[in-house]
C-alpha cells in the first residue's frame, strides 16, 4: 500500500477510506499543521491530502516520492503548478460539491448587507431600539434588482439560479468565455467588466485566483460602481485591492461589502474593515456546512487514492493535464 501523509483533520469515514487503500500519518491537531512539521512528514509520502498552504519546490524537495497532493478545496492558488509539474507531481481539488453550499452563503451576505441584519443585530442586542421614527435603520432591496458575477463557473452559475428564479433579479456576467447555458437557462446576460460595475446593485466577485486575476478588483474598478453598490467576496481576498476596498467604503463611493475572505487570513485586528459599520467579514467559510466539508474530504480522499492507483484522478487541475 502506498503512503500517504493528511495534513488536516478529516471525518472518520473518510479516513477508513484512506486506511483501505493506503498506509497514513496524519496531523490530528485542531490548530493548522505548521510548516516544518509538514514538511518534516513528507520523507516517504507518495500522496498529500491537504487543503492550502504553498505546495512549492521547496516542499517538493522534501518529497521525493510525492505523486499526488490532493487539496480539499476548490480553489488551488496555492499550488506551484510550474514546480509540480516539472516533477511530474499531480495535483487534484475538490469542484461541483460545494457549489451550492458557497452559494448559499453569497446569498446570505447579499442579503446580510442590504438589509444591515448584522449592524441591527448588534443594536437590538445592545438595547438601542427605540420607537419613533427609524429611517436610520432603512437599508435596500434585493428582489428585482441587478446583480453582476465575476466569474461564472459552478458557483457562479448557482448563485444566479438564486438570483433569477428566487428574487426575480437581472443578471449580468462577465467571464473569460460566454456560458451558453447560463444565458439559455438562467437568463444571464454577458457583458463587459466596465459595464457590469457601472450597472450593477450587488456584485459578486467568484473568479479563481490567478497571475491575471491578483487584485482585479482595486482603485479604478471600485470608482466605476454606483455609490448604491453592494460587493461581495467569496473568492480569494488577493483578487481585490484591499486598500482600495477600505478606501471605497470609507469614502461611501459604494453602500457596503460582504467579505468571506481577506488578503490576509486570519485578517489583522488593527485592520480597519473590522471598524466599519456598513462591512460584513466572515472566517473564510463558504463551504463550511458539515455535509459539504464532508463530501469534499472524501472526493479529495478518492482523487488521491484513484492517482496512487495509476489512474487519472477525476479532478486532475486542467493546467497539469496531459
Ligand atoms: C476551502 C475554499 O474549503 O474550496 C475552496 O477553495 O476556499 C474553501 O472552500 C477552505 O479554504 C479549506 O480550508
Not at 451576505?109 to 419613533?132: F, H, M, N, P
Not at 428582489?143 to 438564486?162: F, P, T, W
Not at 462577465?174 to 463587459?192: D, Q
Not at 483578487?239 to 457596503?256: C, F, H, N, R
Request: aromatic share 6%.
Amino acid at each position: 500500500k502506498p503512503k500517504v501523509f493528511i495534513a488536516r483533520n478529516v471525518p472518520k469515514e473518510v479516513e477508513n477510506y484512506i486506511a483501505k487503500h493506503c498506509i497514513y500519518d496524519k496531523w490530528d491537531r485542531p490548530e493548522l499543521i505548521p510548516r516544518d512539521a509538514l514538511l518534516a512528514s513528507l520523507s516517504d509520502a507518495e500522496g498529500l491530502l491537504t487543503f492550502g498552504g504553498k505546495i512549492d519546490a521547496e516542499l517538493l524537495d522534501h518529497a521525493p516520492k510525492l505523486k499526488v497532493v490532493s487539496t480539499m478545496s476548490v480553489g488551488y492558488n496555492h499550488f506551484d503548478l510550474a514546480a509540480m509539474k516539472a516533477r511530474g507531481v499531480m495535483g487534484t481539488n475538490t469542484p461541483d460539491v460545494l457549489n451550492e453550499t458557497v452559494a448559499d452563503l453569497i446569498f446570505a451576505l447579499i442579503l446580510a448587507s442590504a438589509r444591515r441584519v448584522t449592524e441591527l443585530d448588534r443594536y437590538v442586542k445592545e438595547g438601542q431600539w427605540k420607537r419613533g421614527n427609524n429611517q436610520n435603520l432603512f437599508g435596500l432591496d434585493v428582489h428585482h434588482k441587478k446583480l453582476g458575477i465575476i466569474g461564472m463557473g459552478g458557483i457562479g452559475e448557482a448563485v444566479a439560479r438564486r438570483a433569477t428564479w428566487g428574487f426575480q433579479m437581472e443578471v449580468l456576467y462577465h467571464n473569460r468565455s460566454r456560458k451558453p447555458a447560463a444565458e439559455s437557462e438562467l437568463g444571464a446576460t454577458y457583458c463587459s467588466m466596465d459595464k457590469l460595475l457601472q450597472e450593477a446593485d450587488f456584485i459578486v466577485l467568484m473568479t479563481p485566483l490567478t497571475p491575471e486575476t491578483q487584485r482585479l478588483i482595486g482603485e479604478r474598478e471600485f470608482g466605476l460602481m454606483k455609490p448604491s453598490a453592494i460587493f461581495i467576496n467569496a473568492s480569494r481576498g488577493q483578487t481585490v485591492d484591499e486598500q482600495a476596498l477600505i478606501s471605497a467604503l470609507e469614502q461611501k463611493t459604494i453602500y457596503g461589502a460582504g467579505l468571506d475572505v481577506f488578503e490576509r487570513e486570519p485578517i489583522s485586528p488593527d485592520n480597519p474593515l473590522l471598524k466599519l459599520p456598513n462591512v460584513i467579514t466572515l472566517p473564510h467559510i463558504g463551504s463550511a456546512t458539515s455535509k459539504t466539508r464532508f463530501d469534499m474530504a472524501m472526493l479529495a480522499a478518492q482523487n488521491m487514492v484513484a492517482a496512487l492507483n495509476g489512474h487519472i484522478p477525476p479532478q486532475l487541475v486542467k493546467e497539469l493535464r496531459a
